[in-house]
Nanobody, 123 residues
Framework: QLQLVESGGGLVQPGGSLRLSCAAS????????IGWFRQAPGKEREWVSC????????KYADSVKGRFTISGDGAKNTVYLQMNSLKPEDTAVYYC????????????????WGQGTQVTVSS
C-alpha cells in the first residue's frame, strides 16, 4: 500500500550537485513526514534531513546544513533532496523513509523505507 522509490543518484566530482527524488504512493504526503538518511560503507546509518507535512517544517543535519535542501511537491507526491557543493564524505547510499506526521520530524520513528540510491562523490 505505502511505497517509496528513490532515484537520482550517481557519480559526481567534488563541488558538484545532484538532485534525489523520493516518489511516494499509497498515502497522502501532507499528512506524513519524510526523512532522508544515508549509509556509507562500513559506517552506521546517518540521518540527513526531513520534512513535515509537505513543507510545514524542514530540518538538516549539521554536516549538510547550507548545502542540501529538502522540498516536497504535493502534486507529484514526491520529496526531493537537492545536494550542492558535494564532498567525498557525502558518498553513501541514500534512503528516504516515511512516518506519520507529529512533532519534530528529526525524532520520529520511520517505518516505511525505499530501496536506496547510490551517491558517489569522487575525482
Amino acid at each position: 500500500q505505502l511505497q517509496l522509490v528513490e532515484s537520482g543518484g550517481g557519480l559526481v566530482q567534488p563541488g558538484g550537485s545532484l538532485r534525489l527524488s523520493c516518489a511516494a504512493s499509497g498515502f497522502t504526503l501532507d499528512l506524513y513526514a519524510i526523512g532522508w538518511f544515508r549509509q556509507a560503507p562500513g559506517k552506521e546509518r546517518e540521518w540527513v534531513s526531513c520534512i513535515n507535512n509537505n513543507g510545514i517544517s524542514t530540518k538538516y543535519a549539521d554536516s549538510v546544513k547550507g548545502r542540501f535542501t529538502i522540498s516536497g511537491d504535493g502534486a507529484k507526491n514526491t520529496v526531493y533532496l537537492q545536494m550542492n557543493s558535494l564532498k567525498p564524505e557525502d558518498t553513501a547510499v541514500y534512503y528516504c523513509a516515511a512516518s506519520r506526521a507529529g512533532g519534530l520530524c528529526r525524532f520520529l520513528g520511520y517505518k516505511y523505507w525505499g530501496q536506496g540510491t547510490q551517491v558517489t562523490v569522487s575525482s
